[in-house]
C-alpha cells in the first residue's frame, strides 16, 4: 500500500507526478516560509517547483521513469523497515509484556502439565477450502478481515489481541509491493 | 481472571507501543500519500476519461479466418501497460490510413503489431510516412494461417504492390500451430506425412466458443523454439509451408513478398535475454537468435526477402511493459518499410 504499481501506466505516472508534486509544493512552502517568514513568495516558488517538476516529467518520459522507480525503490525500503519497526515494538512491548503478566497459562510454564490440545470433531467436506478459524469467519474476504478478526479475538477467549488490531492496520497499510497488473506472459489478446 | 490480566495489560502497554511506532509512521507518512493519491488519480481518470473498448469488443466473428476488427471503429482502447490510445478502423476494419484509403503500395500482414496495438493512429506506423502508402491489413492475436488466408482474399489488391509480412516470434510461430486463441478458434497447420508435407486446417473455425481452458505459456513456448526441440523443427517446418505459400501467392499477382521478423523484445533487450533463457528446456542448444536464424534461412532458400529488426529497434522503441512499439517504434519500423521499398523489387538480396 506504500509502494506505487508496477505497471506503470501513462495514468500511473501521471497521478505519481501530480501527487508528488503537490506534496514537494507543501514541503517546499513549509521550508521557504520558515526561511524567509513570508507566505506569499513561498507560495509562489514553491508552486511554480511543483509546477515545472510535473510538466517536465510529463514531457520528458525518462525522468518520469527514473523518479518512478526511484521513489518506489525507497518507498519498499522504509514499508520493510516500518513492518520489522511496528513488528517488533508490537512483540517486545505488548505480547512479551502480557505473556510475562500472565504465565501460568503459558505452554513453556514450568508447572504446567494440561495438554493444550482441542479436539476436534469431523469437518465437513466444504470445509477443506478454508478450515482455519472457520468458526469466526463472517464469510467475507479482504477488508473483512477486521471483523473475523474481531470475532476470533471475542470468540476465543482472547480479549487482549484485540490491541494488537491497530499493529496489524499498520502492517497491512505498509505491505510491500503492489501486484503488476501485467501477466507474466505478456502477449495475450483475451 | 488470567484473560482479565491479559486483557488489562495488553490495554496499558498497547499505547505506549503505539506511541513508539510514531517516527516510523511519520517516515511512512508521504510514502503513504503518495501512494493513496496515485490511486486516487488513477481510479478518478477512468471515471473521468474515455471508457477503453476491451478487446473483445473490437472484434466480430470472420468466416474461416475466426476473428476481424469491427469495421468503422473510432474508440479508445488500452495497451497492455493499462495506457489508453485511439483507433480508427476503415470499412473492412483494418487500421485505418489515410494515405492509403484506394490503391496502397505496400501492404503489411499481421498480428497486433500490424494493427498498430497501443499506437494512437497518429503515431502508427502506416500512418506516419506519405510515401509509399502503406496499408495494414492484421489484428491482435493474429498466426501466419489467418494472415496468408487474408493475403488469398486480397490478391488482386496487392497486384504489382510490396507486400510485407510480419512474423512475430513471441506468439506467431506457435499458434501456427493451434486450432485455437483462448475461446476463439483460428485455423492452424498440421504436418500431413514425414516429407514435410503440410495442409491448414479451418473446419472447426466457427463462433462456438472454444471450451478448452488453457494458460497459455508464450515465452515457455519462444524459449522451447530458440531450442533445438521437436516443437522448433515443427515450428519452423511450419513457417517454410506458409512462407512458401506466400511467395507463391505474390508471384501469381506480380507482387513483391518482404518477410519481416519481429524478435520479442525480450530477445532484443540482453540484459533481460536471460530470462527466456531460464526457461529453456534445453538451455545446451538455447539460441535466442534461432528464430530469426531459421527465417533467415527458410526466406533465403524459398527466394523472399527478408528483414529483421534486430539491430534495428532498441527495447527503448517499445511500450514499457507491453510487447509493441511506442510511437518512435512505429517511425523506425516505417522507415525500415520506406527504405525496402526503395529497393530493387525483384532483390532477392536479404538486407542486413
Not at chain 2, 493519491?37 to 466473428?61: C, F, K, M, T
Not at chain 2, 491482435?140 to 489467418?146: A, C, D, I, R, S
Amino acid at each position: 500500500m506504500m509502494s506505487l504499481t508496477k505497471r506503470m501506466a501513462r495514468r500511473d505516472v501521471t497521478g505519481f507526478l501530480v501527487t508528488t508534486g503537490i506534496l514537494f509544493f507543501v514541503i517546499g512552502m513549509i521550508l521557504l516560509w520558515t526561511l524567509f517568514g513570508s507566505w506569499p513568495p513561498a507560495i509562489l516558488a514553491s508552486g511554480v517547483g511543483g509546477l515545472l517538476y510535473v510538466v517536465s516529467g510529463l514531457y520528458w518520459q525518462p525522468l518520469s521513469i527514473f523518479a518512478y522507480r526511484a521513489w518506489n525503490r525507497v518507498a519498499n525500503r522504509v514499508a520493510s523497515f516500518v513492518r520489522w519497526w511496528v513488528s517488533s515494538i508490537a512483540f517486545h512491548v505488548v505480547v512479551r509484556v502480557v505473556g510475562q503478566a500472565s504465565g501460568s497459562k503459558s505452554p513453556n510454564a514450568r508447572h504446567e502439565t494440561r495438554s493444550f490440545w482441542e479436539q476436534r470433531g469431523t469437518l465437513t467436506a466444504d470445509s477443506y477450502v478454508g478450515q482455519y478459524n472457520r468458526a469466526y469467519r463472517g464469510g467475507g474476504r479482504g477488508g473483512r478481515w477486521v471483523g473475523d478478526y474481531w470475532r476470533w479475538c471475542l470468540g476465543s477467549g482472547n480479549g487482549w489481541l484485540i490491541f494488537l488490531l491497530p499493529f496489524l492496520l499498520v502492517l497491512r497499510i505498509a505491505s510491500g509491493e503492489r501486484e503488476s497488473e501485467v501477466p507474466e506472459n505478456v502477449y495475450t489478446l483475451y | 481472571m488470567g484473560s482479565l490480566i491479559r486483557f488489562v495489560v495488553a490495554a496499558l502497554a498497547s499505547p505506549v507501543a503505539l506511541l513508539l511506532t510514531l517516527p516510523a509512521l511519520l517516515m511512512a507518512l508521504p510514502f503513504w500519500a503518495v501512494a493513496a493519491g496515485q490511486r486516487l488519480w488513477v481510479r478518478l481518470a477512468g471515471i473521468l476519461g474515455e471508457q477503453p473498448l476491451s478487446l473483445d469488443a473490437l472484434v466480430d466473428y470472420y468466416p474461416g479466418v475466426g476473428w476481424k476488427p469491427k469495421p468503422n471503429l473510432s474508440a479508445s482502447a488500452l495497451d497492455q501497460a493499462g495506457n489508453p490510445y485511439s483507433l480508427t478502423t476503415d470499412a473492412d476494419g483494418w487500421r485505418a490510413s489515410p494515405h492509403a484509403r484506394g490503391q496502397a503500395d505496400v501492404y503489411v500482414f499481421g498480428d497486433s503489431f500490424a494493427f498498430g496495438f497501443g499506437t494512437s493512429d497518429r503515431d502508427f506506423f502506416a500512418n506516419v510516412c506519405a510515401s509509399p502508402r502503406i496499408r495494414a491489413i492484421g489484428a491482435n492475436g493474429y498466426n501466419l494461417v489467418q494472415e496468408l488466408m487474408l493475403m488469398e482474399q486480397h490478391a488482386e489488391l496487392l497486384r504489382g504492390a510490396m507486400v510485407v509480412w510480419f512474423v512475430y516470434h513471441g506468439n506467431d510461430l506457435y499458434e501456427n500451430l493451434t486450432p485455437n486463441l483462448g475461446r476463439y478458434r483460428m485455423p492452424f497447420v498440421r504436418q500431413i506425412d514425414d516429407d514435410g508435407d503440410w495442409e491448414i486446417v479451418s473446419e472447426h473455425v466457427s463462433p462456438k466458443r472454444w471450451s478448452l481452458r488453457e494458460d497459455r505459456d508464450y515465452y515457455g513456448k519462444l524459449a522451447e523454439i530458440c531450442c533445438g526441440t521437436p516443437l522448433s523443427s515443427k515450428a519452423f517446418g511450419a513457417a517454410r509451408f506458409l512462407i512458401r505459400r506466400g511467395k507463391r501467392l505474390c508471384e501469381e499477382v506480380d507482387a513483391t513478398l518482404v518477410v519481416i521478423s519481429l524478435p520479442d523484445v525480450l530477445q532484443l533487450d540482453t540484459s533481460r535475454s536471460h530470462l527466456l533463457a531460464k526457461r529453456a528446456s534445453h538451455p545446451e542448444s538455447f539460441d535466442v537468435d534461432r528464430p530469426d536464424k531459421a527465417l533467415r534461412e527458410i526466406c533465403k532458400q524459398e527466394e523472399v526477402r527478408f528483414a529483421s529488426i534486430k539491430g534495428f529497434l532498441k527495447p527503448s522503441d517499445y511500450i514499457y511493459s507491453d510487447v509493441h512499439w511506442n510511437a518512435r517504434g512505429n517511425r523506425r519500423v516505417a522507415d525500415l518499410i520506406r527504405a525496402l521499398y526503395a529497393e530493387p523489387r525483384r532483390s532477392s538480396a536479404i538486407p542486413e
